[in-house]
């Protein structure tokens, strides 16, 4: 199947997962405040989602989400500068404005097709900078796993500030973790036989180096291997660590600043809005385009069950926190575009003239 053709479904794929998810969630919602307004005595002519959501929108405090805006820019700051340092400790060194253009790139594909991003930002940077992928790839990879470790981190003093009432919805709503992926043998048999095959590769990897596809994966390995261990030989330790605290205490602000944008949420504490990042920080992860529908479903659920907070207001604050960030990703993206479509035009032109 054609490369290009397979993008288009994978879009469309995701982006259906992200509208089906938007319109159950919606249509429930719709269910729920109908019976808001019967409670409420509010008539029904006058007892519609959709223009309640409109209304919110239209009330929303914007100086709020201008700041919300800007702690979101800030932590992209932090996240560039931290991914440069990286770079330059492998050699690899790149100006501010190609990490920012690879970054926002990556952020764009993202919100259109999840998890493509990874592959958009060092593939755009590669071809920019002439830096092998697989070395960029490592330094993303070390990215992820700071983010692993401050997410579990910020999991960790949530689990102790409202431990039985985030315990008790895990259960509820993802079920035993002794069941599913972790409770299957195969699974366990795949990992054994995985690991058992990378004992067997490094033993015989003399024998093995004579096949061209082996020394293939392992030049590409050491690679990734290498962008890994950039982490260690950063110029300075305590700028890259300050950088990396800085990018989650912007995100935590995000969601904190963006209560006082909104009239519903403005009373709410700090501790109630540690407990709505963590649960929008689950939404994003799962894959849907930048984290669209899910976003809004665990956002909402956390503050009507667990803060009180009727339905519908609940569901508004979490369009009103997501979709202001989302368009950024797409308007920056969309600005960009015209500077990748010339990097790779002009690559191109190189590589012909090369070529004759």
Same mark, same amino acid.
């Given at each position: 199947?054609?490369?290009?053709?397979?993008?288009?479904?994978?879009?469309?794929?995701?982006?259906?997962?992200?509208?089906?998810?938007?319109?159950?969630?919606?249509?429930?919602?719709?269910?729920?405040?109908?019976?808001?307004?019967?409670?409420?005595?509010?008539?029904?002519?006058?007892?519609?989602?959709?223009?309640?959501?409109?209304?919110?929108?239209?009330?929303?405090?914007?100086?709020?989400?201008?700041?919300?805006?800007?702690?979101?820019?800030?932590?992209?700051?932090?996240?560039?500068?931290?991914?440069?340092?990286?770079?330059?400790?492998?050699?690899?060194?790149?100006?501010? *404005?190609?990490?920012?253009?690879?970054?926002?790139?990556?952020?764009?594909?993202?919100?259109?097709?999840?998890?493509?991003?990874?592959?958009?930002?060092?593939?755009?940077?590669?071809?920019?900078?002439?830096?092998?992928?697989?070395?960029?790839?490592?330094?993303?990879?070390?990215?992820?796993?700071?983010?692993?470790?401050?997410?579990?981190?910020?999991?960790?003093?949530?689990?102790?500030?409202?431990?039985?009432?985030?315990?008790?919805?895990?259960?509820?709503?993802?079920?035993?973790?002794?069941?599913?992926?972790?409770?299957?043998?195969?699974?366990?048999?795949?990992?054994?036989?995985?690991?058992?095959?990378?004992?067997?590769?490094?033993?015989?990897?003399? *024998?093995?180096?004579?096949?061209?596809?082996?020394? !293939?994966?392992?030049?590409?390995?050491?690679?990734?291997?290498?962008?890994?261990?950039?982490?260690?030989?950063?110029?300075?330790?305590?700028?890259?660590?300050?950088?990396?605290?800085?990018?989650?205490?912007?995100?935590?602000?995000?969601?904190?600043?963006?209560?006082?944008?909104?009239?519903?949420?403005?009373?709410?504490?700090?501790?109630?809005?540690?407990?709505?990042?963590?649960?929008?920080?689950?939404?994003?992860?799962?894959?849907?385009?930048?984290?669209?529908?899910?976003?809004?479903?665990?956002?909402?659920?956390?503050?009507?069950?667990?803060?009180?907070?009727?339905?519908?207001?609940?569901?508004?604050?979490?369009?009103?926190?997501?979709?202001?960030?989302?368009?950024?990703?797409?308007?920056?993206?969309?600005?960009?575009?015209?500077?990748?479509?010339?990097? !790779?035009?002009?690559?191109?032109?190189?590589?012909?003239?090369?070529?004759?």
């Amino acid at each position: 199947m054609n490369q290009n053709l397979k993008s288009i479904l994978r879009f469309f794929l995701f982006l259906g997962i992200g509208i089906a998810i938007m319109y159950w969630l919606y249509t429930s919602q719709e269910s729920a405040y109908q019976i808001y307004c019967s409670e409420n005595n509010i008539a029904p002519e006058n007892c519609s989602l959709l223009d309640k959501l409109y209304q919110d929108f239209s009330n929303v405090k914007i100086g709020w989400i201008l700041l919300v805006l800007v702690l979101y820019m800030t932590s992209n700051i932090s996240r560039i500068l931290r991914w440069m340092m990286m770079l330059k400790s492998i050699g690899h060194p790149t100006t501010f *404005k190609t990490a920012f253009i690879a970054t926002m790139t990556g952020y764009f594909v993202n919100s259109l097709i999840p998890r493509a991003g990874e592959l958009a930002r060092p593939g755009y940077l590669s071809f920019t900078d002439k830096t092998p992928i697989e070395k960029i790839i490592g330094t993303i990879a070390i990215e992820r796993a700071i983010d692993v470790t401050f997410l579990a981190l910020v999991m960790s003093l949530g689990f102790l500030m409202e431990f039985d009432m985030l315990y008790n919805f895990v259960v509820e709503n993802m079920g035993d973790p002794r069941e599913g992926l972790l409770g299957n043998p195969i699974v366990w048999l795949a990992v054994a036989v995985g690991i058992l095959a990378c004992i067997f590769a490094f033993f015989n990897r003399a *024998k093995l180096r004579q096949n061209k596809i082996f020394r !293939f994966f392992e030049e590409k390995l050491k690679g990734v291997w290498e962008g890994i261990m950039s982490v260690k030989n950063v110029d300075k330790p305590w700028l890259f660590i300050l950088h990396s605290i800085n990018i989650w205490i912007m995100y935590y602000f995000m969601t904190y600043v963006g209560f006082f944008a909104f009239s519903a949420t403005e009373n709410l504490s700090p501790a109630t809005g540690l407990i709505v990042f963590i649960f929008g920080t689950l939404g994003i992860v799962i894959p849907s385009p930048g984290g669209l529908g899910a976003y809004q479903y665990l956002v909402t659920t956390c503050l009507n069950q667990f803060y009180g907070l009727n339905y519908a207001d609940a569901f508004s604050f979490s369009n009103i926190a997501f979709w202001p960030i989302y368009f950024l990703n797409i308007i920056l993206g969309l600005i960009l575009f015209p500077f990748v479509i010339s990097y !790779f035009m002009d690559g191109k032109k190189e590589v012909e003239e090369k070529s004759n």
